[in-house]
C-alpha cells in the first residue's frame, strides 16, 4: 500500500513537472495616466453618479462610427461603476459624482490638443506595425464633485486603435483598458 502510494505521489510530481502552461502575453502596448482622488465621495453610504449632459466627446476619424464608440464605452463605464457599487441616478436626484469622457485618434486630436484640454499626459508613442492599420487612439474619463468645473479625478489611456470595437475581442479588450483606467475608484460595498 504505502509503494503504491509512493509510486502515485511520484508519477503525479512528474506529470505536473513536466506540463508547461504558457499565460497569455501582458498587453503592454497602453499608457495610462491618473490623477486626482475621490476625497469628495462621502465615506458611509453607497456613491451615486449620473453623466454630465455634454457627457461624451468624441473627436476621431471618418472610418469610426463615434456614436457606436461612445454607447460602447459608455455601457463599459457605468458597468465598472456598478461592479464598485455605485448606482446610477438621474440628473435630477442630485449625485454625489458627475462623469463625462472623451475619445479621440491622432488623425483628429494631437497629444497637445489633448493635454490642452485634460492637463494630462501618457508620454507614450504608437506606431502601427508593417501591415497594420491603425493609429493612436485615447480615452479620458473624468469624476466631478457635485459642485465645480474642475474635474476632481481624470485618467487617460493611450494605445493603439483598430477601429473594430464590434468585434468581441476588441470590446474585452477595451473593457480590461476601463477596469485598470478605473482601478482608484473607491469600490463601496
Not at 494631437?110 to 493635454?115: E, K, M, S
Request: with cysteine; charged share 20%; hydrophobic share 40%.
Amino acid at each position: 500500500m504505502k509503494s503504491s502510494l509512493l509510486v502515485f505521489v511520484m508519477s503525479s510530481l512528474f506529470i505536473m513537472g513536466c506540463t508547461t502552461v504558457t499565460p497569455p502575453q501582458a498587453n503592454f502596448s497602453y499608457g495610462i495616466a491618473t490623477t486626482g482622488d475621490f476625497s469628495f465621495l462621502p465615506a458611509s453610504k453607497p456613491n451615486t453618479y449620473s453623466w454630465k449632459s455634454d457627457a461624451a466627446v468624441a473627436h476621431v476619424s471618418e472610418e469610426i462610427d463615434a456614436k457606436e464608440y461612445i454607447s460602447v464605452i459608455q455601457s463599459l463605464i457605468d458597468q465598472e461603476l456598478v461592479n464598485k457599487g455605485f448606482v446610477k441616478v438621474a440628473p435630477s436626484q442630485s449625485p454625489q459624482m458627475w462623469m463625462e469622457f472623451g475619445i479621440a485618434t491622432e488623425s483628429k486630436m494631437t497629444d497637445d490638443d489633448i493635454f490642452a484640454s485634460t492637463q494630462i499626459s501618457t508620454g507614450i508613442q504608437v506606431a502601427a506595425e508593417p501591415g497594420e492599420s491603425g493609429e493612436k487612439g485615447s480615452l479620458y474619463i473624468a469624476a466631478f464633485a457635485p459642485l465645480g468645473d474642475f474635474p476632481r479625478w481624470r485618467v487617460l489611456a493611450q494605445g493603439p486603435t483598430e477601429r473594430r470595437i464590434e468585434d468581441p475581442d476588441q470590446r474585452a479588450e477595451m473593457a480590461q483598458i476601463i477596469g485598470s483606467m478605473m482601478k482608484n475608484v473607491p469600490a463601496k460595498p
